[in-house]
Structures are given as structure tokens and as C-alpha cells.
């Protein structure tokens, strides 16, 4: 172990929108990030604005230690004054975060981590706070949003290095020109919860990036290569954090879960944990035959998310090809013979992807209904970097125009009563479900 006696300070900044829900939410960036830096002997100090089990937050759980963010109403920025929703900071208190600062010792680093683009707003509030209270001390701002609007970051932030990308190596690099240090260790293994005085559940990943480029998709922009972890390093992992914190409830956040190559093998050898798993992300139909539905159910999975996005095959092939209607179809039948129930499954969908109509989308909402399914009907949400971003005509320089309940109210593609139309829609459908085992 390496000893310098530099002071890094990890920040989870909150999340500032007229919605957010914590689907098993968990900086794994930072956490990785903080994983390796201990390895190369720094100490290390951590703040997560978004932590339910902070000590001043009522928290009160949902299923399988999901939940609401403690949250404060604030003033709308001038491009959401028309939007008649409440606009929020969610996550601890401002008090409480000064608070947290003053007991830590002056960092010779601060690292900021950032997630949606539109959520940018937490990202500079929380910045400009470390600036007034650590003055001169170096910010690294990273994540996705530095990544997919770093020149918009470069100016607004008020970091002093946006770092874009994912490579530790470089990331690593652009640490050592702050303190002189040359380091040991780059390789990313485990996130690193320790920072946690109580955890509910785990966010894990068994791999980086996606093979597929859906046009209205970053994940080819923060991770160019698809890179499978070792499965027995994954499996270590798990048992590791079931072990210490006691918990049961693991979410993967990978973007392409069943493309991994060992995902069988992982699934077989946590069979006999008596884990629950969860898929916050739309796991691909086309690769959910009869043994991996199997292998999904006997290893403990209780949330099972599948992305279709539309029933029309001419915009599946357009937007990525991942999916067809048969490859959905043939997942559910493997799924159901496996014992899950309609209740324990749930539809990714969209509207107002550039090109889509809105009779497409109606149709799609009927199909799902009558499946007996839960449509999770979300808006287009335009994305930097990516060819569905580049058919959208309106400004879209702020970020914040790219929060999918600005583009619900005010977007280009359907009249808004249109989109009112087919929200309610599905609100109502789904409101009508009465699920039964097959």
C-alpha cells in the first residue's frame, strides 16, 4: 500500500428535476473511482447528496428498498417557467452538506461526479459550494453529463478539469498532475461501499458499454467497447457485500446485462444466495431463451424490465435493430414457463422518437394492454452526440432542454394534447391491470 497523504473529497451531487425516484441509484462511477484511489494509498473522504439512509432524512422504503428522495421545492430556471409542475433539489439539505463539509479535512482534491444532462443544475450548485467553502482547491468534474456537454461544463461549471470519457488510466493521469504522485494501481474491480454507514442494497455491473448504436442511445459514447468483467470477480463481489452489509436486494445497471458472455455461469453460481435481483435497465428480449429465463428465475431475479420501445418493425430496425416483436414475444413465453408473472415483468417503451407517429405509439400502448403488461411509456429525451439528437430542431444548447418532462410539455414531435393523449392513456391501462400467474 502506497502512502501519500493527499485528501481526496468524493461528491454525489443531488439531482435537481421535477421528478426522481431511487431505482437502486448508486454513484458506481465514483464508487469505482474510489475503489481504486484507495488502493493507491489516498485518503479519502465521501459525500452522497442522494443517500436516503442520511441521518436527518425521513426515508421511507417501497418495494425492495426502493423509495423517495427527501426533497425542497425551488424556483423554476427561466426555460421551465411554463411547465406547471414543481421543480425540486432531491436529496439531503444544503445545511446538511455544509455541515458534512466542515468535518472533514481540507481536501487537496475535490472529484464531482454528474449523471443526466438536464440534472446539471445539482452539479453547479454543489460545485460552487465546495468552491466557497475549499477556495482554491482543484475540482475534476466527471460522469455523464461532463462527458456528453463538457464544453457547456467547461463554461458553466465552474470546475476547474472536465474529464470526459471512462478510462481510468487517463483519469489516473489527469490526478497525477495535481499531486506528483505516480500510481500503481488502475485496474477497476469493485465498487467501494464502504463510505456507507448502513446500505440497503447494491448496484453492481457485470460489464461496460453496449454492442448495439440505437440512435437515440449514448451508451457507444461513454463506452466505446463492450468489456465483460471476469465472472468470478463479479461473484466475489456479490457474496462480498451480502456478507458485510446484510443485504438482499441487487440491481444491475449494465446496458447490455444478458450480452455478457458468463452471464449463465455468473446466474448458475448465485442460485444458491438466496439473493433478489433487479434490472433497472431494459435487458434484450432476442437473448432470453427457455434456459436463460430459467437461470433468471432460479437465481433470485424479481424485476424483470424489457425494452421494446415500439411494435412498428420499420422504426426497430431504424433505431438499432435490437429488438423484433418475435424476440419479444418468445422471451415472455420463456418467462412465464419459468414461473415469473406478469406482475414481476415490465415494458419499456417511447414516444416521440424523431420519425415515430403518433398512431404508432397508440398502437403500441394497445398491444401492451392487452398482453396483460405494464407500459413504462417514457418521452424521447434527446441526447448529445447521437443521430436522433441531430433531427431536433429547436434549441437545444441548455441541457435542460433535454429533460424528458420539458419535451413532454413543449417538444417538436406531436402536438402537446397529443402527448397528454397517449400518457393518460397508458395511465389509465395500466391502472386496470389485474395480474395473474399464467
Given at each position: 500500500?502506497?502512502?501519500?497523504?493527499?485528501?481526496?473529497?468524493?461528491?454525489?451531487?443531488?439531482?435537481?428535476?421535477?421528478?426522481?425516484?431511487?431505482?437502486?441509484?448508486?454513484?458506481?462511477?465514483?464508487?469505482?473511482?474510489?475503489?481504486?484511489?484507495?488502493?493507491?494509498?489516498?485518503?479519502?473522504?465521501?459525500?452522497?447528496?442522494?443517500?436516503?439512509?442520511?441521518?436527518?432524512?425521513?426515508?421511507?422504503?417501497?418495494?425492495?428498498?426502493?423509495?423517495?428522495?427527501?426533497?425542497?421545492?425551488?424556483?423554476?430556471?427561466?426555460?421551465?417557467?411554463?411547465?406547471?409542475?414543481?421543480?425540486?433539489?432531491?436529496?439531503?439539505?444544503?445545511?446538511?452538506?455544509?455541515?458534512?463539509?466542515?468535518?472533514?479535512?481540507?481536501?487537496?482534491?475535490?472529484?464531482?461526479?454528474?449523471?443526466m444532462t438536464y440534472w446539471y443544475?445539482?452539479?453547479?450548485?454543489?460545485?460552487?459550494?465546495?468552491?466557497?467553502?475549499?477556495?482554491?482547491?482543484?475540482?475534476?468534474?466527471?460522469?455523464?453529463?461532463?462527458?456528453?456537454?463538457?464544453d457547456f461544463a467547461k463554461i458553466?461549471?465552474?470546475?476547474?478539469?472536465?474529464?470526459?470519457?471512462?478510462?481510468?488510466?487517463?483519469?489516473?493521469?489527469?490526478?497525477?498532475?495535481?499531486?506528483?504522485?505516480?500510481?500503481?494501481?488502475?485496474?477497476?474491480?469493485?465498487?467501494?461501499?464502504?463510505?456507507?454507514?448502513?446500505?440497503?442494497?447494491?448496484?453492481?455491473?457485470?460489464?461496460?458499454?453496449?454492442?448495439?448504436?440505437?440512435?437515440?442511445?449514448?451508451?457507444?459514447?461513454?463506452?466505446?467497447?463492450?468489456?465483460?468483467?471476469?465472472?468470478?470477480?463479479?461473484?466475489?463481489?456479490?457474496?462480498?457485500?451480502?456478507?458485510?452489509?446484510?443485504?438482499?436486494?441487487?440491481?444491475?445497471?449494465?446496458?447490455?446485462?444478458?450480452?455478457?458472455?458468463?452471464?449463465?455461469?455468473?446466474?448458475?453460481?448465485?442460485?444458491?444466495?438466496?439473493?433478489?435481483?433487479?434490472?433497472?435497465?431494459?435487458?434484450?428480449?432476442?437473448?432470453?431463451?427457455?434456459?436463460?429465463?430459467?437461470?433468471?428465475?432460479?437465481?433470485?431475479?424479481?424485476?424483470?424490465?424489457?425494452?421494446?420501445?415500439?411494435?412498428?418493425?420499420?422504426?426497430?430496425?431504424?433505431?438499432?435493430?435490437?429488438?423484433?416483436?418475435?424476440?419479444?414475444?418468445?422471451?415472455?413465453?420463456?418467462?412465464?414457463?419459468a414461473g415469473f408473472t406478469k406482475?414481476?415483468?415490465?415494458?419499456?417503451?417511447?414516444?416521440?422518437?424523431?420519425?415515430?407517429?403518433?398512431?404508432?405509439?397508440?398502437?403500441?400502448?394497445?398491444?401492451?394492454?392487452?398482453?396483460?403488461?405494464?407500459?413504462?411509456?417514457?418521452?424521447?429525451?434527446?441526447?448529445?452526440?447521437?443521430?436522433?439528437?441531430?433531427?431536433?430542431?429547436?434549441?437545444?444548447?441548455?441541457?435542460?432542454?433535454?429533460?424528458?418532462?420539458?419535451?413532454?410539455?413543449?417538444?417538436?414531435?406531436?402536438?402537446?394534447?397529443?402527448?397528454?393523449?397517449?400518457?393518460?392513456?397508458?395511465?389509465?391501462?395500466?391502472?386496470?391491470?389485474?395480474?395473474?400467474?399464467?
Open positions: 500500500m502506497l502512502h501519500n497523504n493527499i485528501n481526496i473529497l468524493l461528491v454525489n451531487p443531488w439531482i435537481i428535476d421535477f421528478k426522481a425516484y431511487d431505482l437502486w441509484m448508486k454513484p458506481l462511477g465514483l464508487l469505482n473511482i474510489s475503489t481504486v484511489l484507495r488502493k493507491n494509498g489516498y485518503n479519502l473522504y465521501f459525500i452522497d447528496c442522494l443517500d436516503r439512509n442520511y441521518e436527518s432524512v425521513i426515508k421511507k422504503d417501497r418495494h425492495y428498498n426502493t423509495g423517495k428522495f427527501a426533497d425542497e421545492i425551488i424556483e423554476k430556471p427561466g426555460l421551465y417557467k411554463k411547465i406547471p409542475r414543481y421543480y425540486k433539489r432531491y436529496g439531503i439539505s444544503v445545511d446538511a452538506f455544509l455541515c458534512d463539509l466542515k468535518k472533514i479535512p481540507v481536501p487537496d482534491i475535490i472529484l464531482v461526479t454528474s449523471g443544475p445539482g452539479v453547479h450548485l454543489a460545485i460552487s459550494i465546495l468552491k466557497g467553502v475549499f477556495l482554491s482547491i482543484p475540482v475534476i468534474l466527471g460522469g455523464i453529463y461532463a462527458t456528453l456537454c463538457s458553466h461549471s465552474q470546475a476547474d478539469h472536465v474529464f470526459t470519457g471512462s478510462s481510468m488510466r487517463e483519469f489516473l493521469g489527469i490526478i497525477e498532475t495535481y499531486t506528483g504522485i505516480n500510481h500503481r494501481f488502475y485496474k477497476i474491480s469493485s465498487p467501494d461501499y464502504s463510505h456507507y454507514k448502513k446500505l440497503d442494497y447494491a448496484s453492481v455491473m457485470t460489464s461496460r458499454g453496449c454492442p448495439y448504436k440505437c440512435t437515440y442511445c449514448a451508451s457507444k459514447i461513454l463506452e466505446p467497447c463492450f468489456i465483460s468483467r471476469d465472472v468470478h470477480e463479479v461473484m466475489t463481489e456479490i457474496k462480498f457485500i451480502k456478507d458485510v452489509y446484510k443485504i438482499s436486494d441487487f440491481a444491475f445497471y449494465d446496458d447490455a446485462l444478458l450480452l455478457n458472455p458468463c452471464i449463465k455461469t455468473l446466474l448458475t453460481g448465485l442460485i444458491t444466495e438466496n439473493l433478489r435481483f433487479h434490472t433497472p435497465n431494459g435487458v434484450h428480449s432476442r437473448f432470453i431463451d427457455s434456459d436463460m429465463a430459467g437461470l433468471l428465475w432460479k437465481s433470485g431475479f424479481k424485476t424483470i424490465n424489457l425494452s421494446l420501445e415500439t411494435v412498428n418493425e420499420h422504426i426497430q430496425t431504424l433505431t438499432g435493430n435490437k429488438v423484433k416483436i418475435s424476440d419479444f414475444e418468445s422471451a415472455l413465453e420463456n418467462l412465464y414457463r406482475e414481476e415483468i415490465r415494458i419499456y417503451t417511447m414516444m416521440a422518437i424523431p420519425d415515430q407517429t403518433f398512431h404508432e405509439v397508440d398502437k403500441t400502448i394497445e398491444y401492451i394492454f392487452k398482453l396483460g403488461l405494464k407500459n413504462n411509456l417514457s418521452v424521447f429525451s434527446p441526447v448529445p452526440g447521437t443521430s436522433d439528437y441531430e433531427k431536433i430542431k429547436t434549441d437545444l444548447r441548455d441541457p435542460l432542454a433535454h429533460n424528458t418532462s420539458y419535451q413532454y410539455y413543449q417538444g417538436e414531435w406531436y402536438s402537446f394534447e397529443e402527448r397528454k393523449f397517449l400518457m393518460d392513456k397508458v395511465h389509465r391501462l395500466n391502472s386496470k391491470l389485474s395480474w395473474k400467474s399464467r
